[in-house]
């Protein structure tokens, strides 16, 4: 079974407009984190925001907010107030407590595109 | 605080030679992941190392495939050997820790072309 999964390959927005990008997650491990990196075309992954599974509320950074629902396994990305500078792969990781050295497991990623 | 260097950012052989990546770790992170990116896909875990040991390489091809952390210097991602298919961009990370919500930091990859 996929550990991530992202079902959007690829999502349009209107600039200034808010958009939500979709993460489930598949564990048994009681103690795990959820990230999501942003990925422009120059290729680098750049880190926005982090979910712990023990978190009470929702993270949230600027412009970037995590729609955690632990019961569904979702952790969703919502981004406010789109800019065109936003246009880049976004990939959902997860992080679980009890694999050794706790690697990575990202989904297959979803490209946003901002119309102006 | 210079961030994860890798290097060469752009990589180009031909079948048959071999590729050496190296990276070198956020300054005083002593644990280093390799993922590897194909065309079109998320990152793939390959192996995690710490310094002078591999401590899991579940994500490593059997063969062609190497990696290292040695005491002094960065950490060399070696692939012997290669082929068409292993043409992808090539990531390391390091992290302060292992713990959960610790964030990996990753470098800006390399992107090995194999002619």
Known sequence: AQKITQTQPGMFVQEKEAVTLDCTYDTSDPSYGLFWYKQPSSGEMIFLIYQGSYDQQNATEGRYSLNFQKARKSANLVISASQLGDSAMYFCAMRENRNTGNQFYFGTGTSLTVIP | ?115
């Not at chain 2, 961030?3 to 050496?20: D, I, K």
């Not at chain 2, 280093?32 to 079109?40: A, F, G, H, I, S």
């Open chain 2, 1 to 115: 605080n210079a961030g994860v260097m890798q290097n060469p950012r752009h990589l180009v052989r031909r079948r048959g030679q071999e590729a050496r990546l190296r990276c070198s770790p956020m300054k005083g992170h002593s644990h280093v992941y390799w993922y590897r990116q194909l065309p079109e896909e998320g990152l793939k875990f390959m192996v995690y190392l710490q310094k002078e040991n591999i401590i899991d390489e579940s994500g490593m091809p059997k063969e062609r495939f190497s990696a290292e952390f040695p005491k002094e210097g960065p950490s060399i991602l070696r692939i012997q050997q290669v082929v068409r298919g292993d043409s992808a961009a090539y990531f390391c990370a390091s992290s302060p820790g292992t713990s959960v919500g610790n964030e990996q930091f990753f470098g800006p990859g390399t992107r090995l072309t194999v002619l």
